[in-house]
């Protein structure tokens, strides 16, 4: 430890340590930057600068899966394990990539490598992804090694298509929209109108407008302001959710890549509609890039007097920090977030108190997702009679769908509520590559399946609650009639066993319970009582769960157990059910 120089962490204790414990995720992440892992001496200082306790302090750092108590290799090669990748032969890839760093071949002079699973790392329409030290490589099986360690890496780039182009109006530059750029194309004006309205009035067109929460909970938006505004107590706070984890999905980093002054500017008129002088925007903390991209479109709002005293002239008062995440699928969940942005490990509240009464901070908070948000500067520019002539009557506007697997054009599709699953995925996407459609896992891994028998269902609220199928957060993942989804359903849960943060007991053990059981079911020999262990399990998770993670952890399990009941039976017993 000798070898530790403190004198360049000073600055960085001068920065963050004025701002206490809410500043402890920043505070570690420069720390790392610095020193490349978190050694005893930098935890003590960040502990001492902060006024933190040394253990809270461990805690958070053995909590996320980015922040490295123990020395690592300078270079670190993160592949995706999601099935999106696993079918595009992220196994392969990592097998290769491990070798050759066991071999040190083609490893540049003065280089240390590792090489690491990883969950889903926001690319699923560019797999096989890995990251390399915060840098998000596509199709990584067609790069060299060379490449990938010296960090020669082009800036994926992802297929936006669809039917309509309200939230993806800006996407199709492969790079971030300007705020100028902005501005000449009506942005901003939607803010403009809500400033010469009441925050009331705001509240009414957005609840007139029928837009729900686009995160998967589906929660009307303008009944969540309502509260967080007629909540007492201030401040109050704002929350943007960009921790964007579940496997499948990739929308929310699309549209901060490309256009992330629509996002501010959905934050901006939540803001003034709940009397809220400031916010957060919370960025997993695999999206590097992404965090840098709307880094600088912060800074120019804020020099352009959209941020800050007087937004655009007016009373209103307004602004905001960004903060990362590092590595906790659990901190999508608003309260672990909340817990998150105070500086602690990412666990879940217990609910009541609701967040729009006692959020962040403990004040009343709104937080929304980054397509939420997205949808707002059309609602405040166009009225919500206009937004409403795109859906249904019940499922009202454009949605976003993240398609991925084997599918011959997967990419983000912009469509409005009410457009078939068929549509979208043979007229849109290219239908089924490979072979014929065996399933779709809509929801990701908190979902349920789909089969060929739901290519008609219309893909609204009402329509896919009705057919048994979660709109989530707009994930598809398609499967060929030649995927084993025995290993689908590993990956799952060994995703959800990984990620359960512990708080609760039925999520903690069932999800290990259950991916052991999974275990034996890949291996096609699951024990006689397995079927009934999976279903006492997976109802059990689903009843007696704090948060979401642990409610959903066995969706996608029991879904595939109604749908193809052979697949959990020994593999010498299922080959003949699966002939007839």
Known sequence: MNEIDLTLLEPVLQTYGPQGRTALLPALHAAQDLYGYLPEPVAEAVARALHVPLADVHGVIEFYAMFYPQKVAQTVLHVCNDPACGMAGADALFKNLTSRVELNLDAPSGTSV?????????????APALMVQGAQVAQADRRSYEDLVRGRLPRPRTLVG???????????KNRPTTL????????????RRALQSSPAEIIAEVKASGLVGRGGAAFPTGLKWEGAANASGDPKYVVCNADEAEPGTFKDRVLMENDPHRILEGLLICAYAVGASYGYWYIRGEY??????VTHAVEEARQAGILGGSVLGSPFHFDMEIRRGAGAYICGEETALFESIEGKRGFPRIKPPFPTTHGLFGRPTVINNVETLANLPYILAHGAAQYRQMGTEKSPGPKLFCLSGDVVRPGLYEVPFGVTFDHLLNDLAGGVRGGELKAALFGGAA?????????????????LRAAGLPLGSGVITVFNQHRDLRDVLLRLGHFFADESCGKCYPCQLGTQRQYEILQRVAAGSPLPEDVARLQDVGWTMTDASLCGLGQTAASAVLSAMRHWPELFVPAAQSAPQAQV
Request: contains cysteine; glycine residues 14%.
């Open 180 to 191: 100028e750029e902005y501005t000449q194309s009506g942005g901003y004006s939607g803010l």
């Open 162 to 172: 669809g039917d309509i182009a309200i939230l993806t109006a800006n996407c199709g």
């Open 447 to 463: 979902g349920a399946f789909a089969t060929p028998q739901h290519l008609g269902v219309r893909l609204t609220f009402e329509d």
């Open 288 to 293: 590097t890039a992404q965090m840098e991209i």
């Open 114 to 126: 590792t090489v690491e699973r990883a969950p889903c790392l926001g690319l699923c329409e560019h």
